[in-house]
């Protein structure tokens, strides 16, 4: 609704805005939102870092599945949301951008000091010696590895997984650090049961001190690594609003909150937001 636009514009248009996102921004990029109202009930447990490391069945079914996941994350494109960010960002409104997802989308689209709680997808380091290297030369590494491994993606979560039958995991073939020459390559994002890393999040939380308003874009604040900012801002007086398709576990602390899908509502908002003038047909935008 335009009233919801006008209301959201006039808090950010104060600036002093630090954006938390979450995979609801980025499901319009074609990256479904497993626990958003596109998303059904997760097909597998997500792996966690503890069966990661030391089950090598688990790893290669990761990998086998991660591998071909790939392709749909490493074509995937920002959306009218992240670019709406990225105007809020340069128009000065915006002081910071913390966002939960993996997919690199928000520096796709433009935007600067990104903090990426979780890593991103597209990075890959050794837990043998610490070396990073690119998803890219990985993904060149395991196709050379597994000459005809063309199994069919049929359905990818935010962490790049896909449906795989056991039978073609069997002989997936997994490669190591050629760096240090054997140790345990890993996506570098933070898995469950993994901790962020402490410099991360307390640059994360000074974020949230100074900010004037906090900006929850497309996370249902189902896990404390990200909830945690709500609270903190919450605790510190800074305003929360949030934007999202359904109920969130940070609603109570909210001072606004609006469910409406982000690749309409944002490009509005930034238009108002920055003084432009909101395109038409935003009519049945909920809020
Ligand atoms: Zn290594």
Not at 21 to 42: N, V
Not at 49 to 55: K, M
Not at 57 to 65: G, I, L, V
Not at 122 to 128: F, R, T
Request: proline letters at 4%.
């Amino acid at each position: 609704m335009t009233e919801t636009v006008d209301a959201l514009a006039a808090l950010v248009a104060g600036g002093g805005v630090v954006v938390l996102s979450g995979a609801g921004l980025s499901t319009e990029s074609g990256i479904p939102d497993y626990r958003g109202p596109s998303g059904a009930a997760r097909r597998h447990t997500p792996m966690t870092y503890q069966v990661f490391t030391r089950d090598a069945q688990a790893r290669r079914r990761y990998w086998a599945r991660s591998h071909l996941g790939w392709r749909v994350i490493a074509r995937a494109v920002p959306n009218e949301g992240h670019r709406a960010v990225a105007r809020l960002q340069s128009a000065g409104l915006v002081d910071g951008i913390i966002t939960q997802n993996v997919d690199g989308l928000h520096s796709a689209a433009g935007s600067t000091g990104v903090v990426e709680l979780h890593g991103r997808l597209d990075e890959v380091v050794c837990l043998g010696c610490g070396n990073q290297t690119s998803r890219e030369e990985l993904d060149r590494r395991l196709r050379e590895a597994n000459p005809g491994f063309d199994a069919r993606v049929a359905a990818v979560n935010p962490d790049g997984d896909v449906d795989l039958a056991d039978d073609e995991v069997a002989g997936f073939r997994t490669v190591d650090c050629t760096f240090c020459r054997g140790g345990m390559l890993k996506p570098d994002v933070v898995f469950f049961g993994e901790t962020v890393p402490a410099a991360r999040v307390a640059r994360c939380f000074d974020l949230v001190a100074r900010a004037r308003l906090l900006l929850v874009l497309g996370s249902s604040l189902t896990v404390m690594s990200g909830r945690r900012f709500v609270l903190r801002a919450a605790k510190l007086g800074v305003a929360v609003v949030i934007v999202n398709q359904g109920p969130t576990r940070g609603d109570g602390y909210a001072t606004v909150t609006v469910d409406a899908p982000l690749g309409r509502l944002l490009p509005a908002l930034a238009d108002r937001a920055t003084g432009g003038v909101a395109p038409a047909g935003l009519t049945g935008v909920g809020g």
